[in-house]
């Protein structure tokens, strides 16, 4: 990979760490499900008028949108709205990879091998020490909630892997369009008429430009230059060169939060964190260092591209992150 693509790999990971920073603004202003509906509303209505519709089954569009846009964002923007440090948020997301192998294995009898498995294992573990360090903060539910968003795009994963887009970025773009329906119903019934209103009402004071500029960043940096510059990436360069670099997105989420934010992980969290990502990079079969400079490993193709499948548009991109 040239420099300058490695460059532009890095920058997708920055640019997906930082949208956990833009959801943490716009949660400031509007409710959690409403906030999803009113992201996804902007994203699909250019994406009707100006991209193609997908070559997939109508089935696997749905599932998509419903595992990885409805059920990962709800729960996301729930744990975040619930407590849910910002950086943290970016790191426990990771956790998709591992539910993605194992969900694999279970739904689509799919082979895992048996370096997976470890990397499954370390993976959970990792997350253990997360969980614990949470439950000790009194903040146990909110982690959960995230977790239960990996979950939801996991699903999602298995949804897109199923449908065998020709353009992922097409797919990526379409799943929008399942999200606002089914998100403002919940929305309604969850948060009220009365909370929608009144985030509403204050909505175009000077008070409400972060959270618009959090929206807009989520919705044109995040989705679509993000996740536009890293499908450019993986249909020049293979899978398991790109994929690792999406490791880079809780950094960056770790990072930005503590330089915005104030937010310091205790000592637990970040070992905790850093066995999470060395369980996905196991179970991904992804090996940073090959024989020659630029090689993946042959026998990692399978991994390689499960982990290209669950990093595009982590926590931002739309088949995101973010």
């Keep these: 990979m040239p420099p300058r693509h490695r460059l532009l790999a890095v920058l997708v990971a920055v640019v997906w760490g930082v949208n956990f920073l833009a959801i943490h603004t716009s949660l400031a202003q509007f409710p959690p499900f409403f906030l999803v509906a009113l992201r996804f509303v902007l994203i699909a209505i250019p994406t009707v008028i100006f991209v193609p519709r997908p070559h997939v089954p109508l089935r696997w569009l749905v599932g998509y949108g419903l595992g990885f846009g409805v059920a990962q964002f709800t729960f996301l923007y729930a744990g975040m709205a619930a407590g849910m440090p910002t950086g943290l948020a970016s790191l426990v997301l990771q956790a998709s990879a591992p539910f993605t ?58 949804s897109s892997r199923l449908a065998k887009p020709d353009n992922p970025l097409q797919l990526t773009l379409w799943m929008s369009v399942v999200v606002p329906v089914p998100m403002l119903a919940l929305s309604l019934a969850v948060e009220g008429p009365g909370r929608i209103a009144a985030s509403l009402s204050t909505a175009f004071g000077a008070s409400a430009v972060p959270a618009w ?11 679509a230059v993000g996740s536009g510059i890293w499908t450019w990436l993986l249909a020049r360069h293979p899978a398991g060169v790109v994929a690792p670099f999406s490791m880079l997105v809780p950094v960056a989420g770790l990072l930005t939060a503590g330089l915005v934010l104030g937010e310091v992980p205790g000592r637990l969290e970040l070992v905790g964190g850093a066995v999470v990502v060395a369980g996905v990079l196991i179970g991904s079969g992804i090996r940073l260092w090959s024989r020659r400079r630029g090689e993946s490993d042959p026998g990692d193709a399978g991994g390689a591209k499960l982990q290209s499948e669950v990093s595009v548009g982590v926590g931002g991109g739309e088949e995101d992150g973010a």
Excluded: D, K
């Design 101 to 158: 192998l194992v969900l694999g294995a279970l739904l689509l009898r799919e082979q895992v091998s048996g370096r997976q498995w470890l990397g499954i294992a370390v993976a959970v573990a990792g997350m253990a020490v997360v969980g614990f360090a949470r439950a000790q903060a009194a903040a146990l539910v909110p982690f959960l909630l995230v977790l239960a968003g990996a979950l939801g795009w996991a699903f999602g994963n298995l």
């Design 213 to 223: 500029v959090g929206l807009a960043y989520t919705c044109v940096i995040g989705t």
